[in-house]
């Protein structure tokens, strides 16, 4: 059995942690930005549907080891991957890289870097903190894995050890086109719920505000399309809207890190859909968005 090393501490960290411990793994999560931790151990909480799991999860930092023998996992935000690749580049070795993020090209500081095994996740869930050791977690399907650096062989391996009955993952073959579809997806809910200071749930109640979202939705898919991705604005609004029923009530991770005055994501959600389109291709709301986003979270840090 490999040990599981998940680098971040938020709510995906703490509910796979508590999955995969409760399923026998060997398990310990890593903080990416505080170095020279001491080790200790926290009984995580988390409330999925009407049941409770929890269990103690091992709590640790990169710097406190030589060599990080298993599969990392990353949840950290993904701002944060070229300092995360420059503290791992002599780290991981051989151990496969399995990327737990949101965000477009989120993977080119490892491969700058010549990370061998690299593999990303396109996760599908609803989750939020209900306080330090507590999370809320929802799967809304079983979280596809695919390959960008690394064999076949190699992602099957990773599923063996990943997929448990709380936290479902599989294998996929075509995982560039979900995770533009995913992108796409939270360049809506990361820039208009915080904008708006509203729940995932406002795009199935409100006309108005499904509307802007089908615009931004037309806008990047015009990128992916130029990037050689087939999707439609039907699968994505489709997608949107799932999310949006399913996660009703909940606050999407922007939002929930302004509120908490923390960075957010949207540098490598509009911003990176945008610098993936050029100059060529206009996407005046979902820059709007994006720039109003990145203003509102600054703000909130003054």
Not at 100 to 121: A, P, T
Not at 172 to 178: G, Y
Request: net charge neutral; hydrophobic share 40%.
């Amino acid at each position: 059995m490999e040990h599981l090393f998940i680098v971040g501490n938020g709510v995906i960290a703490k509910a796979l942690a508590v999955a995969l411990t409760l399923n026998g793994r060997e398990v310990t999560i890593l903080r990416g930005s505080v170095d020279e931790q001491p080790v200790y151990t926290a009984h995580i909480q988390v409330e999925m549907g009407g049941n409770i799991l929890q269990a103690d999860i091992t709590i640790s930092s990169i710097s406190n080891y030589e060599k990080l023998r298993g599969i990392i996992l990353l949840t950290n935000k993904s701002f944060g991957n070229e300092a995360l690749a420059n503290k791992l580049k002599f780290k991981a070795g051989e151990s496969p890289i399995v990327f737990l993020q949101n965000g477009l090209h989120i993977e080119s500081s490892f491969i700058e870097k010549g990370f061998k095994e690299l593999y990303r996740c396109v996760l599908m869930a609803t989750s939020q903190s209900l306080s330090d050791h507590k999370v809320r977690f929802r799967m809304v399907a079983s979280s596809p894995i695919g390959v960008i650096k690394g064999s076949d062989e190699v992602l099957e391996r990773i599923i063996r050890q990943l997929d448990t009955a709380a936290f479902s993952f599989r294998t996929e073959t075509d995982i560039q086109k979900l995770i533009w579809k995913k992108v796409i997806s939270n360049c809506v809910f990361n820039s208009i719920c915080p904008l708006l200071e509203t729940d995932n749930g406002v795009f199935q109640r409100n006309d108005a505000v499904l509307a802007i979202a089908k615009t931004v939705i037309r806008e990047c898919l015009q990128v992916a399309t130029e990037n050689s991705i087939q999707l439609t604005e039907e699968e994505v609004l489709q997608n949107v809207l799932t999310i949006s029923e399913m996660s009703d009530g909940q606050k999407i991770s922007t939002y929930q890190d302004i509120l908490n005055k923390r960075e957010t994501e949207i540098e490598t959600l509009n911003f990176a859909v945008l610098k993936a389109g050029g100059k060529k291709i206009n996407m005046p709301v979902t820059a709007l968005l994006g720039e109003l986003t990145k203003l509102k979270s600054e703000l909130s840090r003054v």
